[in-house]
């Protein structure tokens, strides 16, 4: 036997335990600030934390309930509805309480505007020919022509008259009514507008007194006129927009209010509809939950006749049929392993009486013509394979029965690797293969039955020398973790694709017309993988036609101890796929850059790159994956991305730890 290497540990050189930072990661001013526990820092994520603890119940809720979203989303999307419905309606309101004041206003100014224009016509210039006497009657008849308009308003609009003069309107006779403030009320832009043209303008603007009075929003309308003497003036009709604004914030008051009514109404109304809904459906997923924890008898309650009923009724139907056809299940597994194990006991009796029969006959074959002893040597090989089968039977029929008991003991794996290879030393050297060992330099202690455990081995190295061709078969051992793994490799016919998922099946065979040569039964490997499952562990089959196959058994260390990987590989380093990618890389790396204008030497073919050590757990033997088979010259082809780098890549893998088929057969 020839010694090889262990698998390496995590931490070991070699092995990649992370990623290395590279530009952009951690020498950023992220990762700088992460570090240093600036903002983005540690204090950072501790204030996120603590924001974020008390929504997570808010959130586990939303995620959870149907009966909130739902009710949410409605409150949501009234909300969304009513808004945009209140604020078209305050729009139009607005807009219609504001057109019916200005056209009111403009109506109110032009009767104004037309009467100081008739009361100017019809008044005689005062008498006297200084500037000033003329001035003075000028004020007068503002003050008095401003008294007249307003007078008519009943404080439902102010007048004012200016001059024209930019200066100190108050000495220029600035006359308003209401004790309203001409100098702040009238906007700039709007006397220069009426300075300059004779058309009437208006502008919104603040209408502010001199009382003390708050200021008000207003509409300003004005015009240039002519007073009695023929001077230009200002008069300005301010109307204030104080009811308006009232209407309007009246409006909102009543929309707010009973949008946030509909908007309750409209939750509550989908509450209701919802907790209709869901709860029939909350009673069917507790009764779905009860049934598949094995409550067969469980029923939902059934009330009327609308669709929930139906749906009700249905999944009672349901139930019932699967409760039948469970209990019919479960009477036939009991029937087929009864007379499995009724069978298999009472053949003994008769079988113990035929032995005996056949061993006479045997040891007097040499009496016997050579026909006849051929005949006596053929029965007592039948006989010991009928022995066998019975064996086997009888376990399957303890596995089937749950009554299949465990005794563990931590035990060193090499020496039962030893024993089993010790057996089947004769079948070797029958067979012209030799048998090696990898891994045995160090102890590969584990609580195992190792009865259970040689059993294991035993099928796995005989199928590997009977299938292996004559050439050299290889057991590896490695431990790492909490997980020790034997993985035995042979370079025989291998497995075609779809094979590795029925290797396992009980009585199974790659090739029906091949041979037994050790007159095998056809269930140890079935056996093999329930003594496997019964530790805790994994059985699991690798193979490419025409390169062999390998078999690795997981243990974990310690009993009901979960495993999370192996510490082999389940495809060897010396697969098809892992050679063409070795010479690839190869390739890539063999051809050195060449000074300019010299001719290439000739290359000589590097040796293969020393492999990479590799990562002590597969996380790809995990349950549910595990058995691969690589096609014929389809072997880089179909490689996909390896993140484990143990070989198996994203290929289908097909479990053989969980095997839902009743059972597994040999090769």
Known sequence: MSAGSTAPKPGDPGVRTGRAAGPGRGGSRVGRLLQDGTPGGPAFRLVARWLRRPLLPAVRLWRRNLQVRVVAGTLLMSLGVVLLLGLVVIGQVRNGLLDAKERAAQSQAAGGFSAAQDKAATTPPAPGGQDGGRAGASVNWRSTLVEQLASGGQSAFNVVALSLETGNTASRGARASGEVDPTTSIPAELRHNVAQGTSTYQQPARIHYTSGKASEPGLVIGKRLNDADGTPYELYYLFPLTQEEDSLALVKTTLATAGLFVVVLLGAIAWLVVRQVVTPVRMAAAVAERLSASGLQERMKVTGEDDIARLGEAFNKMAQTIQLKIQQLEELSRMQRRFVSDVSHELRTPLTTVRMAADVIHEARVDFDPVTARSAELLGDQLDRFESLLSDLLEISRFDAGAAALEAEPIDL??????????????????????????????????????????????????????????????????????????????????????????????????????????????????????????????????EPGGGSQFRLTLPRTADEPLRGSPIPLEPEDSRRNREQAAAGARLTAVPAQPAGEHPAALSVPPRLASVPRATVDPTALPGSGARVVPRGAAGAEAGEDPDGDGVGGEAMASTRAEREGGTGGR
């Not at 057991?475 to 694709?497: E, M, N």
């Open 414 to 543: 090499r020496q039962v690797v030893r024993r089993v290879i010790g057996g089947a030393e004769p079948l070797a050297e029958r067979k012209g293969t030799r048998i090696l060992v990898l891994g045995d330099e160090q102890p590969v202690v584990a609580e195992v039955d190792a009865r259970r455990v040689e059993r294991v081995l035993r099928n796995l190295v005989v199928n590997a020398v009977e299938h292996g061709e004559g050439r050299d078969v290889t057991v590896k051992l490695a431990a790492a973790g909490g997980a020790v793994a034997v993985a035995v490799r042979d370079y025989g016919i291998g497995l075609k694709p779809g094979e590795a998922t029925r290797v396992f099946n009980r009585f199974w065979r790659a090739d029906p017309s091949r041979a037994r040569t050790t007159g095998g039964t056809g269930l140890g490997l079935s056996i093999a993988v329930e003594d496997a499952r019964l530790h805790g562990g994994w059985l699991q089959a690798w193979g």
